[in-house]
Every structure is written in structure tokens, then in C-alpha cells.
């Protein structure tokens, strides 16, 4: 193959996290750069070229865990992101210098969207990553590469698979209320839901069961919690 018809394939994760105070995002900042290169203090998906002997889930999983400690997190892929030149903006080549051996090399990625409860996953950063961050939905500012593209697109996704796929339950604790299952449902779909008709239409779901415990350590009168079984779909 000649090297103008070489390229390079790619995982970006878009890691969404969720709890009372809204939906989050994993980013990472680039490590060693310097300030004017970037416009975002947290500026870009976690994401790197995959191994020539890994599958495209197992390099997710990989290159996640590599750049911010974080394991184990549902991730699905949704798209793949292949612009000629969206590895080409100045703003990112001089970085792209000091991390790849052929820096100007056509780079596909495939795009993942991982979801989790934050209160079970903490990032550290490591390997290229300066810092790891979750970082508000609405506060996320221009980011590397195409990644906000990517990012808009994995939010898309979300909406469209929020009630179909049942991955709402991934970004909920264990344990949940109705509130708070009704609170995320409305963070996504950027809408407020009739009270009474959620939870008419939540007892149709078998695969949301009501335990014999309820909330405890809160100040208003505590409330049943659920679980997600997915056996029970």
C-alpha cells in the first residue's frame, strides 16, 4: 500500500456519566501541551489507534482503561468517523507530532458511547492523558479533532435508544427511585414528563422491580427503591 493510501484505524469513547446534578461527560486533556493549542481546558474523547492483533471492543475497553483508569464500563459501538481531513486542523497538529510516528497519516475512527453512575466510577489519568475529567453536557467547549461531532452524535444516539435498548438503567445506581428514574429521562430527552403517566407506564416494565427497602440518610420522606433486572424483559 503507498503511503497516500495508508491510513490508520481508531476508538473514540464517549463516556457518559449521570447523578443528581446532571449528565456528564469523560474527557481527557492532552499532556505537555501548551495552553493557546487548545481552547478546552478538557479538550478531547479518550481515544487512540487500536493493535494490529485486538477486535475493535476489545480496543475500546483497552485504550479507556489506559487513558483513564476507568474498567468494566458498558460500552456500544455507534458510528465511524472517517472525514479525510478531521486529523488535519492545525490546532492539533503539533500535538499529533509528538505522539505518532506518522503524524500526517489518514486516521478512521470508530466511535463508542460508554454510560455509567458516577458515584462508581473515578478517572485517573494516565499514558498521554494530562488529566481526566467529568465534565457538564452543556459546559463543553470546542473540542480536538472532530470530537465534538463525535460527542454530538453519541448524545444523539442516546436519546434514540434511551427507552428501546433499556440503557437508561446503566447511568443509575443499583438501587434507584422513581425520581430518579424520571430525572434522567428528562436531562436526556431535555423535556419535563407527567409524573403519573411515567410511573403508570414504569409498573408496565417487567424489568423494573420494586424492593422491599427504601432510601435512607435524606432529609424528605424516604422513597421505595427499584432495580433493573434485565432477566425479567
Given amino acids: 500500500m503507498s503511503q497516500n493510501q495508508s491510513l490508520h484505524l481508531s476508538v ?43 477486535g475493535l471492543d476489545q480496543a475500546a475497553q483497552r ?16 458510528m465511524a468517523f472517517g472525514d479525510p481531513n478531521r486529523v488535519k486542523d492545525l490546532k492539533d497538529r503539533a500535538w499529533l507530532q509528538s505522539v505518532r510516528n506518522l503524524p500526517e497519516q489518514r486516521v478512521v475512527t470508530v466511535g463508542y458511547y460508554g454510560l455509567v453512575s458516577l458515584q462508581d466510577f473515578t478517572p485517573r489519568p494516565a499514558s498521554f492523558a494530562g488529566g481526566a475529567q467529568w465534565v457538564d453536557l452543556q459546559e463543553v467547549g470546542p473540542l480536538a479533532f472532530d470530537h465534538n461531532i463525535i460527542l454530538d452524535q453519541a448524545f444523539e444516539t442516546l436519546k ?56 435512607t440518610g435524606v432529609m424528605h420522606k424516604p422513597a421505595q427503591l427499584f432495580s433493573y433486572e434485565p432477566r425479567k424483559n
Avoid at 469513547?13 to 449528565?23: E, K, N, Q, S
Avoid at 501548551?34 to 485486538?54: A, R, Y
Fill in 63 to 78: 485504550v479507556l482503561f489506559e487513558l483513564t483508569q476507568i474498567n468494566g464500563v458498558y460500552l456500544k459501538q455507534f
Fill in 12 to 54: 473514540d469513547c464517549v463516556v457518559f456519566g449521570y447523578d443528581d446534578d446532571g449528565l456528564k461527560v469523560l474527557l481527557i486533556n492532552q499532556k505537555d501541551s501548551s495552553p493557546d493549542q487548545n481552547s478546552s481546558p478538557w479538550s478531547q474523547l479518550p481515544g487512540d489507534l487500536i493493535l494490529l492483533d485486538e
Fill in 160 to 215: 434514540e435508544q434511551l427507552e428501546s435498548q433499556h440503557i437508561s438503567f446503566e447511568l443509575l445506581p443499583k438501587k434507584f427511585t422513581l425520581t430518579q428514574l424520571q430525572a434522567l429521562y428528562e436531562v436526556i430527552l431535555d423535556k419535563k414528563l407527567d409524573k403519573r403517566n411515567f410511573r403508570k407506564n414504569v409498573k408496565k416494565m417487567t424489568h423494573v422491580v420494586p424492593l422491599d427497602e427504601k432510601q
